[in-house]
């Protein structure tokens, strides 16, 4: 069992930035696949980024490319959202989720645990 808590959520104006973090409660982090992923009111939850057990390997949504970075310290057991240029259409509950001995998951029903989720909003 891993518990994981986001933290960093808020409100911001468009072109503002938040930074999101994810603290895992598993020593063993550094073997689990980690993925941000969103939720906006009505819609289906998705993939935001992905990054590998290594932090080498890192994936994107087409959407968030060149504004948003995802890296991980391993020693710390803790994964960060960096969400630069933000825009209205941003706007969602971020969830942080993690998957053991994996690649690079890019789907929920590949992930195993999950946060609680942190609201960013977004206005314009």
């Known amino acids: 069992q891993v518990q994981l808590v986001e933290s960093g959520g808020g409100l911001v104006q468009a072109g503002g930035s938040l930074r999101l973090s994810c603290a895992a409660s598993k020593h063993t982090f550094s073997t689990y696949a980690v993925g941000w992923f969103r939720q906006a009111p009505g819609k289906e939850r998705g993939i935001v980024a992905a990054?590998?057990?290594?932090?080498?390997?890192?994936h994107y949504a087409d959407s968030v490319k060149g504004r948003f970075t995802i890296s991980r310290d391993n020693a710390k057991n803790t994964v960060s959202l960096q969400m630069n240029s933000l825009r209205p259409e941003d706007t969602a509950v971020y969830y942080c989720a993690v998957r053991r001995d994996y690649g690079l998951p890019l789907t929920t029903y590949e992930y195993e645990y999950w946060g609680q989720g942190t609201q960013v909003t977004v206005s314009s």
């Open positions: 990054i590998s057990r290594s932090g080498e390997g890192t």
